[in-house]
């Protein structure tokens, strides 16, 4: 059992009787813990106990916090604890909470911040959502390469308290433009007198602040660094984007990603929104019924199909008993077919120039699966009484449906993400409905050659 459950009795008993011992009796509690506690209790009792925690301690459970109670509290918490809490926490974190709040709670929280804190987090709104320029902190340790290492630890030590990390010194010249990186690490085995200059790296990789914050995960990833620089057109840096804010965008783009391949998103989705129980019922349904409703039109695609072999049927009633089995094995092909391309767009493996290797590689992993699994089928149909003719049929029709269910699969994403369409929007349901129809049509075409329908 969490610490979370442990306490949460004593928690609420101490909010009905004594709510002034709230803050010592959570003094020592962990932030990531007391969020816990805070999902964990009633929804009336939650503000009480968020409201009794000291500034320090409330602004780092205000970074843990997430959907419903989030909410609540940017909504409904106190001004006056909201902003000293705020200005204890990464200018970019506070930038990600204010945007979720109405322009009226926005600016009232901002007056009750520290000028200094305001500002920053005024200056980082006017950048786009989901760009370097939103996710960077300007909060990062810089130097001169003229300095030595003796000079640079001393500074160190007399830093801004709030900068998030000082793992990665940056150094700048008189100009202000960045010249090099060095790890702390490094400096610590450097001789006291040697000079920044001699030790920097030079190469290093840097963003701008329209740049997409997918793009500044992937250069975190690929150079595997702690954070990456923000700069302007005359490489002044900005601001860093620390790796836990590239965590947090990878997080968040999958689950955007799953979602949109269970085709139940809509583009104004909110972070502070996107937790099973933090989503309104109302939303849910919204998000949803849109695409059930285009699922449901293109499923009507199938009816005509079935309707047009109609006369197939009628003359080879056994047809309709594997009619389930072909149109899943389809979709369960062209399912694993989209996820496998959209993971290799997402990793930059795969791009629309390399479309004809992705079609040879689907269509050849296709026709083995279908090869495979046809025999299967055909064996199938004779263990369950059927003639060797039908046999054939099923195991023919597989073989078409799987290399057909692949390369559609496959090349559909790539084409939405070249037409700038997101590719996890031809979702797998969307998939599915689509070789549900063309399979069905193969199957009845092969029948009817070799059955002569």
């Not at 004594?18 to 805070?38: F, G, Q, T």
């Not at 419903?68 to 705020?86: C, I, M, N």
């Not at 960045?178 to 920044?196: F, H, M, Q, S, Y």
């Amino acid at each position: 059992m969490s610490l979370a459950k442990l306490i949460a009795p004593d928690i609420e008993e101490l909010i009905r009787e004594n709510p002034r011992e709230l803050a010592s009796a959570v003094a020592e509690v962990h932030p990531a813990d007391l969020a816990e506690l805070l999902e964990d209790l009633p929804r009336e009792d939650r503000l009480v106990l968020f409201e009794a925690l000291p500034p320090e301690q409330g602004a780092a459970v205000l970074s843990e916090l997430k959907g419903e109670t989030l909410r609540l509290v940017l909504h409904q918490a106190s001004l006056d604890k909201l902003g000293p809490q705020l200005d204890r926490v990464p200018g970019d974190e506070v930038v990600f909470l204010l945007e979720h709040v109405s322009q009226r709670r926005r600016e009232a929280l901002l007056a009750k911040m520290s000028p200094r804190d305001a500002a920053e987090a005024k200056r980082l709104l006017r950048y786009e959502p989901g760009t370097a320029g939103r996710l960077m902190t300007e909060k990062f340790a810089k130097v001169r390469p003229e300095w030595t290492v003796a000079e640079t630890l001393d500074h160190l030590k007399k830093i801004d308290p709030e900068v998030e990390t000082i793992q990665t010194i940056y150094a700048v010249d008189g100009e202000d433009h960045l010249v090099g990186a060095v790890a702390l690490r490094k400096l610590l085995r450097e001789p006291p007198d040697r000079k920044i200059g001699e030790i920097l790296d030079r190469r290093v990789a840097t963003v701008r602040t329209d740049t997409p914050q997918e793009e500044v995960a992937r250069l975190v990833s690929k150079y595997d660094v702690n954070a990456i620089p923000v700069v302007d057109e005359e490489n002044r840096p900005l601001g860093i984007v620390t790796v836990d804010d590239v965590i947090d965008v990878l997080t968040e783009e999958q689950t955007e990603d799953v979602l949109h391949m269970a085709g139940v998103t809509a583009p104004d989705d909110s972070a502070v929104e996107s937790t099973y129980f933090g989503t309104p019922i109302w939303r849910t349904v919204r998000k949803r019924v849109v695409w059930l409703i285009l699922l449901f039109v293109a499923s009507t695609v199938t009816g005509l199909v079935l309707r047009h072999f109609e006369g197939h049927l009628t003359k080879v009633v056994a047809l309709a008993f594997f009619i389930p089995l072909l149109i899943g094995t389809g979709g369960n092909a062209g399912s694993q077919a989209v996820a496998t391309v959209i993971r290799g767009l997402a990793l930059d493996e795969i791009r629309f120039k390399s479309i004809g290797k992705v079609f040879v590689r689907e269509a050849g992993s296709g026709l083995l699966l279908g090869a495979l699994l046809g025999v299967f089928g055909f064996l199938f149909a004779l263990l369950m009484g059927f003639s060797a003719p039908t046999g054939l049929a099923v195991g023919l029709s597989i073989l078409g449906i799987c290399a057909w269910a692949n390369v559609v699969g496959a090349l559909v994403p790539i084409v939405a993400q070249r037409l700038g369409i997101d590719p996890t929007v031809m979702s797998a349901p969307m998939i599915t409905t689509l070789v549900d129809a063309t399979g069905l049509f193969i199957y009845f075409f092969v029948a009817g050659q070799v059955l002569g329908l």
